[in-house]
């Protein structure tokens, strides 16, 4: 069975930074691709950044230049560090990893989600 375990969300103030993590465990062959994704109250889920094993990123454009993905494949955890928060970050953050367990099934498979939220 897999899990993921998100940590890393809280209340901060606009400019304000927060780093989450998500931890991958289980059944794992290996991870192709790991991201995370937002959904705010009202809104459908969106990708705020992707990362793929090699390295390649992706990100949504209104968090480019503000926020980094990064994976330590070793550990099965992918990060997002968020700098200068807006008041409009304001969401629960999914974490998301796309894998291939040990018996061979492929598939997407989530986290909790963590509330991230920006005060101006």
């Known amino acids: 069975q897999v899990q993921l375990v998100e940590s890393g969300g809280g209340l901060v103030q606009a400019g304000g930074s927060l780093r989450l993590s998500c931890a991958v465990s289980?059944?794992?062959?290996?991870?192709?691709?790991m991201g995370w994704y937002r959904q705010a109250p009202g809104k459908q889920r969106e990708l705020v950044a992707r990362i793929t094993g090699g390295g390649s990123t992706n990100y949504a454009d209104s968090v480019k230049g503000r926020f980094t993905i990064s994976r330590d494949n070793a550990k099965n955890t992918v990060y997002l560090q968020m700098n200068s928060l807006k008041p409009e970050d304001t969401a629960v953050y999914y974490c998301?990893?796309?894998?291939?367990?040990?018996?061979?099934?492929?598939?997407?498979?989530w986290g909790p989600g963590t509330q991230v939220t920006v005060s101006s």
């Open positions: 998301n990893a796309r894998l291939i367990s040990r018996s061979g099934s492929s598939g997407d498979y």
């Open positions: 289980g059944s794992i062959f290996s991870i192709p691709a």
